[in-house]
């Protein structure tokens, strides 16, 4: 579910684009210190985007500093970190072990089981510093879950519930902005749901999974296109509602992310199907 939101590194300037590596470096830093290696690989890009944003919102002091790091072991690196790192650094952590017991009850994968109780101490604390926000991803997940299991077929009922989980996590303080955050949080995480979806279709069909998009019974070109449609519409509310932020530091490297990074994703998955499409109906005629 993670990994959508994303930056563009072709359309970046190249001192944004290592700009935007140090908040990656800097949150998977503090990542490890908290939670160790495992900790590490909860790092994921939207959650960076997260990170970018409150700082430029907020403007916390920084420190940047030079480390190398043991996958590029020749080549020196700089990670920044602020007050706003941490912040970040624990909700991936709220966010990941949630997702990861969804996924162990749904499919009882005992990595899923294993990793959820290594982070169960870590979660726990966290909760008990965030309760705001962890109450308001518990309550979405189980009506999201609870969505999913009645066979919900309006996809904007499933996808604002996905949106809800990520109001109070982009909330990082009760202030003028907050709700503004809240917003640009709740059609994020709509659009995380459903280009997760629209990857997943073919999955999900082979599995007789729940899939809000396959419950339309659209044809793949309807579908397609229904999805080209829907998808910008939903960014475009983020974005607007990010444009009434006065972000200035680092806003190149956020509006990188808001108007081209998104469609990243989409784009390699919906040219890959087509791929896909192409080759079964040239083997078909053969």
Known sequence: MFG??????????????????????????????????????????????????????YEPKEEAVDFRCPLHPFQKKIYVKNECTQYVADMTVLLSWQKMRDDYVDDKNPLMGGATTFLKKRYQKIRENYPRQADMLEKSIAELREAEQRGETDVDTVANLSGKMLTEIFAWKEDEWANDLRDI?????????????????????????YNVLNLKKLSDEDLEL?????????????TKVFERLPVIKDAEILRNIMYSGVWCKYVTIRDRREKEREKTEKSAEE
């Open 4 to 57: 959508y939101i994303c930056v563009n590194e072709n359309e970046l300037k190249l001192k944004d684009y290592q700009r935007y590596q140090a908040y990656y470096c800097g949150l998977c830093k503090c990542l490890h210190r908290q939670s160790g290696y495992k900790g590490q690989l909860l790092l994921n890009y939207d959650m960076t985007f997260l990170d970018i944003l409150l700082s430029g919102l």
């Open 185 to 209: 949080g709740f059609y994020l995480g709509k659009f995380i749901y459903l280009v997760d979806a629209y990857e997943d279709l073919e999955k999900d069909r082979k599995k007789n999974a």
């Open 226 to 238: 229904y999805c080209y449609n829907l998808f910008p519409v939903i960014i475009s509310e983020g």
